[in-house]
């Protein structure tokens, strides 16, 4: 059984940093596509970054330059580096999973997702 368990999430400042990070147990983590997502209240899940087996990345023009996705094989580990946060970056934070081989940027073509970490930026 797959599952994804998100931590890290906190109130923060505007420009500071946090790292989030997912868990992953019951796949095999070094050939599966990863991806990040957020949710604002009253808004759509919008895709953050996608990692790919192979170790290709793309990001969101919104976080371009200030996040920052990696992978720990040997721990199972996904983590988000995101620095220079502002207010809408406020979200809640999720990671999945992508059983195809090429990464996308859509949730609904994601097949497993944590239960999410909240990140609050405001002063």
């Known amino acids: 059984q797959v599952q994804l368990v998100e931590s890290g999430g906190e109130s923060v400042q505007p420009g500071g940093s946090l790292r989030l990070s997912c868990a992953a147990s019951?796949?095999?983590?070094?050939?599966?596509?990863m991806g990040w997502f957020r949710q604002a209240p009253g808004k759509e899940r919008e895709f953050v970054v996608a990692l790919n087996w192979n170790s290709a990345v793309v990001y969101a023009d919104s976080v371009k330059g200030r996040f920052s996705i990696s992978r720990d094989n040997a721990k199972n580990l996904v983590y988000l580096q995101m620095n220079n946060l502002n207010p809408e970056d406020t979200a809640v934070y999720y990671c999945a999973v992508r059983s195809e081989l090429w990464m996308s940027r859509v949730p609904e073509e994601y097949d497993y997702w944590g239960q999410g970490t909240q990140v609050t930026v405001s002063s």
């Open positions: 019951g796949i095999t983590f070094s050939s599966i596509n």
